[in-house]
Structures are given as structure tokens and as C-alpha cells.
């Protein structure tokens, strides 16, 4: 079972940009989807944006237009673009194999000027 490392989090300014990096300890290139979620302080998690091994996307309303999720077969890594950062952006961010897949510790983006 591959296992995904989260990084590229941190504090940023309204507006601002971040990418968000998923490396995966092996090969992704067969794993059928792979997600973002994130979770807030107090809320529930939720899915972000999903992208599938043949690069179909999909995205929560509120971040349509604003953040692009990428997938890099060779460098088994899945990226999450966030632009135009909002501060109800704030949350721990995740990758997960939606096809049995288990969550890694996340990485923490916090949006506040």
C-alpha cells in the first residue's frame, strides 16, 4: 500500500499562493484517484479537489478558480496549487488513495494577514 507524505504548508497572507506537495512512497501511476481534504479547527474534513489516473479533476465549489490539483506519475508526487488564499482556507491539508487509502499527518496551511 503506497503511503503519501504531505508538505508544503504554511503561513501566508490573503491573497497569497502555496503549493502543496503529496510524495507517495511508491508508484502512483496505477491508483485510480487520489484526493486532497482538508479539515478546520472544530469542523469536519472535507474533499478539496480529486484527480484521477487519467487526469480528471474535480473540485468543491469554493475553491473552483482558485486551487488546481496536479498529478507527476514520474515523481510519483500529486501537487495541490492553491492561489487567491482566503483565510476560511485555513486547515490542515491531506492526500489520500481513495481506493483504500490511508491518511498521512497532514500539513498545516493557515491564510491571516
Known amino acids: 500500500q503506497v503511503q503519501f507524505v504531505e508538505s508544503g504548508g504554511g503561513l501566508v497572507q490573503p491573497g497569497g499562493s502555496l503549493r502543496l506537495s503529496c510524495a507517495a512512497s511508491?508508484?502512483?501511476?496505477?491508483?485510480?484517484?487520489v484526493a486532497w481534504y482538508r479539515q478546520a479547527p472544530g469542523k469536519q474534513r472535507e474533499a478539496v479537489a480529486t484527480?484521477?489516473?487519467?487526469?480528471?479533476?474535480n473540485y468543491r465549489e469554493s475553491v473552483k478558480g482558485r486551487f488546481t490539483i496536479s498529478r507527476d506519475n514520474a515523481k510519483n508526487t500529486v501537487y495541490l496549487q492553491m492561489n487567491s488564499l482566503k483565510p476560511e482556507d485555513t486547515a490542515v491539508y491531506y492526500c489520500?488513495?481513495?481506493?483504500?487509502?490511508?491518511w498521512g499527518q497532514g500539513t498545516q496551511v493557515t491564510v491571516s494577514s
Open positions: 489520500l488513495d481513495l481506493v483504500g487509502g490511508s
Open positions: 484527480i484521477t489516473n487519467v487526469g480528471t479533476t
Open positions: 511508491g508508484s502512483i501511476s496505477s491508483i485510480a484517484a
